[in-house]
């Protein structure tokens, strides 16, 4: 499974984050199980992965636009999500836009809510910094909303749930690469993690 070594132009700093969502409507809102749905903690992962002080990334990876010049790789895991995982490649310290979310600055690297009415649905939630990207500290976003219109027009509303974990995962220097038939190790969420709960009143 571990190919040949990559080594970076320049360090590169690496972001995990998992994501759970899921959009439902009224209809399904009294089936819908919160808890089920927080509980959800392990993936297995194509993107990447860090074990033992170590960055493993699929060969696919290098054919990312920008790949080489990247300084920021963020790592996006579904638990419960219809998008697909991802390894974007970014450069910092500009505003890097991940899901809902930006991630600024750099040493550290912070995250800052970027509320939109498609991304997150109403009430409106204050555009704000959450927190910084430091080792050893991992967090948890969970943050709802409802929306009645598409960008056509008026639709039946819908509700929906999201969770983020983010964690960053350390600088590295280089890489290893493995092939897509590689038998990848399952990933869990970090046990401890600070929850930061925007979640509103709904119905």
């Given at each position: 499974?571990?190919?040949?070594?990559?080594?970076?132009?320049?360090?590169?700093?690496?972001?995990?984050?998992?994501?759970?969502?899921?959009?439902?409507?009224?209809?399904?809102?009294?089936?819908?199980?919160?808890?089920?749905?927080?509980?959800?903690?392990?993936?297995?992962?194509?993107?990447?992965?860090?074990?033992?002080?170590?960055?493993?990334?699929?060969?696919?990876?290098?054919?990312?636009?920008?790949?080489?010049?990247?300084?920021?790789?963020?790592?996006?895991?579904?638990?419960?999500?219809?998008?697909?995982?991802?390894?974007?490649?970014?450069?910092?310290?500009?505003?890097?836009?991940?899901?809902?979310?930006?991630?600024?600055?750099?040493?550290?690297?912070?995250?800052?809510?970027?509320?939109?009415?498609?991304?997150?649905?109403?009430?409106?939630?204050?555009?704000?910094?959450l927190f910084d990207l430091v080792p050893g500290k991992a967090y948890e976003i969970r943050i709802n909303g409802k929306t009645d219109f598409?960008?056509?027009?008026?639709?039946?509303?819908?509700?929906?749930?999201?969770?983020?974990?983010?964690?960053?995962?350390?600088?590295?220097?280089?890489?290893?690469?493995?092939?897509?038939?590689?038998?990848?190790?399952?990933?869990?969420?970090?046990?401890?993690?600070?929850?930061?709960?925007?979640?509103?009143?709904?119905?």
């Amino acid at each position: 499974m571990k190919v040949s070594p990559h080594s970076f132009s320049k360090p590169v700093q690496v972001i995990q984050v998992y994501r759970k969502q899921i959009r439902f409507g009224k209809e399904e809102k009294g089936s819908f199980d919160l808890k089920q749905f927080l509980s959800a903690e392990k993936v297995t992962s194509n993107v990447g992965y860090v074990e033992i002080g170590e960055l493993f990334l699929p060969e696919a990876a290098m054919e990312n636009q920008g790949f080489s010049g990247a300084d920021l790789f963020v790592l996006v895991d579904n638990i419960i999500s219809e998008k697909p995982a991802e390894c974007l490649t970014l450069h910092s310290p500009g505003a890097n836009p991940i899901e809902i979310f930006k991630i600024r600055g750099n040493d550290p690297a912070e995250l800052h809510l970027e509320w939109s009415y498609f991304g997150v649905g109403d009430p409106t939630r204050q555009s704000m910094k959450l927190f910084d990207l430091v080792p050893g500290k991992a967090y948890e976003i969970r943050i709802n909303g409802k929306t009645d219109f598409s960008l056509t027009g008026r639709r039946p509303r819908h509700y929906l749930e999201q969770v983020f974990v983010l964690e960053y995962l350390g600088s590295f220097d280089d890489c290893r690469f493995y092939s897509d038939s590689a038998d990848l190790p399952a990933k869990k969420l970090p046990a401890s993690r600070k929850v930061i709960d925007l979640r509103k009143p709904l119905w």
